[in-house]
C-alpha cells in the first residue's frame, strides 16, 4: 500500500480548473519529484495536500485514511509536513525557536500546566528543547550551535531554506513535502540540497515528495518523475523516460509547429 | 563529491565560528550571521545599559521593576499613593492582558477595555447596595472572571475570519455596543424589554452603578486606598509571573508563531484558531479581573470609565514599553500615568522641559560638539541679551519666574522676563514657529548657529507662556513631545526588540 496516494483530485479555482482528476502516488521511502512549467499547479497540488485548499472532488489518502478536508495542522499532525517556495519562516523569532514552536502538535500540555510549571509541562519542555537540537544537528556547521539564539532573519538564504527543512521535520511527520529547495540558490548550494535530500531519506528515513525545476538536481534525486501540465499528470515514470516524453518536452518548449496550425 | 560540499561556499581556513582569527569573507553565511550581530549591538550607554538588563535573570527583572514599587507605599502620602501608585499598577495590570493579545499573538483587539468593564459591572452586579447582592469576594471575582474570558471567546470568535483592521472594526464595535449598552440598561424608557422578566435595572445607565461593596475576602475586609495598593501589587507580580511562564511554553513560541505568520503557524501543527481564542480569553480574563479591583476601589461603575480614551492610554502603555514585553508594560504605565501627573507642578515640567530639550540636542547633533557648542553658544547668548535688554529697557527683565528653586532664580538671570508679558509672549510664540521652519530649511554650521537664538527664544516663550498654563494644555503637549521623543529613540517601545518584517 503506498503511504500517499491522491485519487482523481480536482480543483477549480472559480472556472480555472487548476488540477484536473490527478492520481498519483508515493510509495513509503520514495523520492518523488513533481516537475512542470510556470502555472502547471505543482504548488496547488501541495497546498491540496497539507489542506490549505480542499479538493472539490476526490480522496487524498495517508497512511490508509483519507485526509482531504481536513484542517491543515491536522494533516501536519497524520504526518506530513512541507516547506514554501517563498520561504515563511518566523522571521522575528531564534533559530531554536522556529525548530522548537513546530512541535505544537506532538506535544499535549496546557496553558495552565505551563503557567504552573507542572511536571509533564517541565519534561516536555525538555523534550521540545532536545528534539529541535537533534533536527538542527543534522545540517551539521550550517545550523550548528552558535546560531540557534540568533533571529532566523539573519540567516542567509540558504540557511533558510535549510532552517525551514529543519521546522517540517520537527512536526514529526514520516512524509515531506518540499517546494523547490533550491531555487535561489548557487550551484555550490545546490549540489549541496541534492546531498541533502538523498540524505533526508536514507538516514532520517522520511518519504519525500519534491516539486524542482533544477533538471540536474532532478536527475540526481528522484526515484520517480511526475511531470504535469496545466493541472493534468502528463508523464510519469524515471527521470529518462520523463525527460524524452513528447508532451514534456511540448509543455516546456511548445510543439513544434504543426502544419494544421501554419495553415490557419 | 561530498567532501567538496561540506565546505561550499567558504574558502579553506575560514573558521566557522565569527570573531575567530580570520575573519569570515564578506558574504558568506557566517559573515552575514555576524554581521546582523554588528549592525544590532548598540552602542554607548544605552547599549551597555540594555545588555547589563540582558544578563539579569528574569526573577531579578521583577524585583527590579516591582521592587520600588513595594517600597512607595512607605514614603507617599494617601492622595500621591493613590494617584501615582494604585492607578499605575492598575494600568499595568490591565495593559498585561492587552500585551498577551497584541503583543504576544498580534492580534489587533480595540474592544479591550469593554471586558475592563465587563469585571467592573459583573463584580458590581455580584455585591453592591446598588443591586442589593453582597456576594464575598473570594466568589464574585473568580466568577466575574470566568465570565469575562467566556465573553472574550465569544468575542476572539470573529477573529476566525478576521485580521488586522477587520478585527479592529469588529471589535471597536463590541466596544461601543458595550458603551451604549450600560448607558441604557437601567430600566428606563430607553432600555430593552427583556423576555420574562421585562425592564430591570442592570447597570444603573449613564448615572453608574454605585455603591460597590469594597472587597471581603474570606472575612479580610480590603477598603483603604493601602490594602487594595497591595492587593493590586500582588495580583500584578501574580499575572507577570504566570506570564512569564505561558510565554516561554509550547503556547507561547505557538502565539509568536502566529504573529509572524498564521498560515505557516497552522501547517506547522499550530491549531491557529484555536490559539487566537486562547489568547482573547486570557486578555479578557485579566482584564475582567482587573475591572473588579478598579470596581472596587471606585466603589461604582460608570460608563464614561470604559471609553476609548482608556482603550488609546492601555494601547500607549503596551506601545511605549514595547509590544510583547512583560517589563515593558510596567515601564509603560508608568511613564503614561506617571508623567502626566508629576507635570501638573511647574518645576516638575521645567526639569522635564529642559531635560528633554538637552537629550533631543545631543541626540541629534553629532559629532559630539556640536551640541556643546550650541549649549555654551545659547547661555553666552542669553546673558549677553540679558544685559543688554535690562540697561536698554529695565521693564524687560523686571518680571520673576513662577515656583523659583534655585533653577528658576538662575533662570531670572538668563531669560528675558518683561512684566505685562502678554503681547510680547504671543509674537515670541509666533516668530519661534518661524525660526522652526526656517531651522528646517538650512543645513550644516547655519542650522547649528541659527540654533542658539532658537534655543533662547524657546526658553523664553517657555517661561512667559507655557509655564503659566502648565496644569493644562501644556501638561498634555509636554507629554506629546516626550512620547514622541521616546518613541523616537526607541521605535519599538523600551524592551521592545525591533521587528524585520521582509529582508
Same mark, same amino acid.
Given at each position: 500500500? %503506498?503511504? +500517499?496516494?491522491?485519487? @482523481?483530485?480536482?480543483?477549480?479555482?472559480?472556472?480555472?480548473?487548476?488540477?484536473? *482528476?490527478?492520481?498519483?502516488?508515493?510509495?513509503?521511502?520514495?523520492?518523488?519529484?513533481?516537475?512542470? %512549467?510556470?502555472?502547471?499547479?505543482?504548488?496547488?497540488?501541495?497546498?491540496?495536500?497539507?489542506?490549505?485548499?480542499? %479538493? @472539490? #472532488?476526490?480522496?487524498?489518502?495517508?497512511?490508509?485514511?483519507?485526509?482531504?478536508?481536513?484542517?491543515?495542522? =491536522? !494533516?501536519?499532525? *497524520?504526518?506530513?509536513?512541507?516547506?514554501?517556495?517563498? +520561504? *515563511?519562516?518566523? +522571521?522575528? $523569532?531564534?533559530?531554536?525557536?522556529?525548530? $522548537?514552536?513546530?512541535?505544537?502538535?506532538?506535544?499535549?500540555?496546557?496553558?495552565?500546566?505551563? $503557567?504552573? &510549571?507542572? %511536571? &509533564?509541562?517541565? =519534561?516536555?519542555? *525538555?523534550?521540545? =528543547?532536545?528534539?529541535?537540537?537533534?533536527?538542527?544537528?543534522?545540517?551539521?556547521?550550517?545550523?550548528?550551535?552558535? &546560531?540557534?539564539?540568533? $533571529?532566523?532573519? #539573519?540567516?542567509s538564504y540558504a540557511n533558510r531554506r535549510r532552517l525551514e527543512i529543519a521546522r517540517a521535520m520537527a512536526t514529526g511527520a514520516r512524509m515531506l513535502l518540499l517546494d523547490e529547495p533550491a531555487a535561489g540558490m548557487n550551484p555550490n548550494e545546490t549540489l549541496e540540497i541534492t546531498e541533502l535530500i538523498g540524505k533526508l531519506r536514507d538516514e532520517a528515513g522520511y518519504t519525500i515528495l519534491v516539486i524542482e525545476h533544477d533538471m540536474h538536481v532532478v536527475e540526481g534525486i528522484s526515484d520517480r518523475v511526475i511531470a504535469l501540465d496545466h493541472g493534468v499528470k502528463i508523464a510519469e515514470g524515471s527521470f529518462d523516460e520523463v525527460a524524452t516524453h513528447p508532451l514534456v518536452i511540448e509543455a516546456y518548449l511548445g510543439a513544434r509547429a504543426a502544419p494544421e496550425a501554419e495553415a490557419v | 563529491m561530498s567532501e567538496q560540499l561540506g565546505d561550499t561556499g567558504i574558502p579553506a581556513g575560514v573558521p566557522a565560528v565569527p570573531g575567530g582569527v580570520d575573519h569570515p569573507r564578506v558574504g558568506v553565511d557566517e559573515w552575514v550571521a555576524s554581521h546582523e550581530g554588528r549592525r544590532e549591538a548598540q552602542k554607548g550607554v544605552t547599549g551597555a545599559l540594555y545588555r547589563a538588563w540582558d544578563r539579569i535573570p528574569a526573577w531579578g527583572h521583577l524585583v527590579i521593576l516591582l521592587g520600588p514599587f513595594a517600597i512607595f507605599p512607605f514614603v507617599a502620602n494617601e492622595g500621591n499613593l493613590f494617584r501615582y501608585g494604585l492607578i499605575t499598577i492598575l494600568y499595568a495590570l490591565l495593559a498585561m492582558g492587552l500585551n498577551v493579545v497584541v503583543g504576544f499573538a498580534g492580534l489587533l483587539d480595540l474592544g479591550y477595555v469593554a471586558f475592563f468593564g465587563f469585571g467592573a459591572y459583573l463584580y458590581g452586579i455580584m455585591a453592591s447596595g446598588h443591586s442589593g447582592?453582597?456576594?464575598?469576594?473570594? !466568589?464574585?471575582?473568580? !466568577?466575574?472572571?470566568?465570565?469575562?474570558?467566556?465573553?472574550? +471567546?465569544?468575542?476572539?470568535?470573529? #477573529?476566525?475570519?478576521l485580521l488586522g483592521d477587520y478585527l479592529a472594526i469588529v471589535t471597536l464595535f463590541f466596544l461601543q455596543a458595550f458603551v451604549i449598552f450600560v448607558n441604557n440598561a437601567n430600566g428606563g424608557p430607553s432600555d430593552f424589554s427583556y423576555p420574562f422578566v421585562g425592564k430591570v435595572d442592570i447597570t444603573g445607565g449613564a448615572n453608574g452603578l454605585d455603591q460597590i461593596d469594597p472587597f471581603n475576602l474570606f472575612g479580610y475586609h480590603i477598603s483603604t486606598t493601602k490594602q487594595y495598593y497591595f492587593f493590586t501589587l500582588i495580583s500584578l507580580a501574580a499575572v507577570m509571573i504566570l506570564l512569564y511562564f505561558v510565554n516561554e511554553s509550547r503556547t507561547g513560541r505557538a502565539w509568536r508563531a502566529l504573529r509572524e505568520d498564521p498560515l505557516a503557524a497552522e501547517v506547522m501543527s499550530v491549531p491557529v484558531n484555536r490559539l487566537k481564542l486562547l489568547a482573547f480569553m486570557f486578555g479578557a480574563a485579566i482584564a475582567g479581573y482587573t475591572g473588579t479591583i478598579y470596581g472596587a476601589v471606585q466603589s461604582g461603575a460608570f460608563p464614561g470609565d470604559y471609553d476609548v480614551g482608556l482603550l488609546i492610554t492601555i494601547y500607549a502603555i503596551v506601545i511605549l514599553g514595547g509590544l510583547g514585553s512583560i517589563g515593558g508594560v510596567v515601564i509603560g504605565a508608568l511613564v503614561v500615568n506617571g508623567a502626566p501627573e508629576l507635570l501638573r507642578s511647574s518645576e516638575n515640567a521645567r526639569f522635564l522641559f529642559y531635560g528633554v530639550l538637552l537629550l533631543a540636542l545631543f541626540v541629534a547633533l553629532r559629532p559630539w560638539y556640536r551640541p556643546v557648542i550650541v549649549l555654551l553658544g545659547t547661555i553666552a547668548f542669553g546673558f549677553v541679551v540679558h544685559a543688554i535688554v535690562g540697561a536698554a529697557w529695565s521693564r524687560g527683565t523686571a518680571g520673576h519666574i513662577d515656583g523659583g528653586g534655585k533653577v528658576g532664580r538662575a533662570l531670572e538671570h538668563w531669560v528675558l522676563l518683561p512684566t505685562h508679558v502678554n503681547r510680547i509672549a504671543g509674537w515670541a510664540y509666533f516668530a519661534l514657529i518661524c525660526a522652526a521652519l526656517v531651522l528646517t530649511l538650512i543645513h550644516g554650521w547655519w542650522r547649528t548657529l541659527a540654533l542658539i537664538p532658537t534655543l533662547y527664544l524657546v526658553a523664553f516663550v517657555w517661561e512667559n507662556e507655557l509655564v503659566q498654563q502648565v496644569s493644562g494644555a501644556t501638561r498634555l503637549i509636554l507629554l506629546g513631545a516626550l512620547l514622541v521623543v521616546i518613541m523616537n529613540v526607541r521605535p519599538a517601545g523600551i524592551f521592545g526588540t525591533s521587528r524585520v518584517e521582509i529582508v
Open positions: 500500500m %503506498p503511504l +500517499l496516494e491522491l485519487k @482523481d483530485i480536482s480543483k477549480a479555482f472559480g472556472g480555472l480548473k487548476v488540477v484536473d *482528476r490527478l492520481n498519483f502516488h508515493v510509495d513509503e521511502g520514495e523520492i518523488v519529484s513533481v516537475i512542470g %512549467p510556470n502555472g502547471a499547479g505543482k504548488t496547488t497540488v501541495f497546498n491540496l495536500i497539507t489542506g490549505i485548499f480542499h %479538493p @472539490d #472532488s476526490g480522496e487524498i489518502v495517508f497512511e490508509g485514511r483519507n485526509v482531504a478536508g481536513l484542517a491543515p495542522h =491536522r !494533516i501536519t499532525k *497524520r504526518g506530513i509536513a512541507r516547506t514554501f517556495q517563498t +520561504l *515563511r519562516l518566523f +522571521l522575528n $523569532m531564534s533559530v531554536l525557536e522556529n525548530v $522548537m514552536a513546530a512541535q505544537y502538535g506532538q506535544t499535549h500540555s496546557t496553558s495552565f500546566e505551563a $503557567m504552573l &510549571r507542572l %511536571p &509533564r509541562a517541565r =519534561r516536555e519542555e *525538555r523534550e521540545i =528543547r532536545k528534539v529541535a537540537q537533534d533536527k538542527l544537528a543534522f545540517f551539521g556547521q550550517r545550523l550548528a550551535g552558535y &546560531r540557534h539564539d540568533q $533571529m532566523a532573519y #539573519s540567516l | 447582592h453582597h456576594l464575598q469576594a473570594e !466568589i464574585a471575582i473568580p !466568577i466575574a472572571t470566568v465570565v469575562t474570558a467566556l465573553v472574550g +471567546l465569544l468575542l476572539g470568535l470573529t #477573529s476566525w475570519r
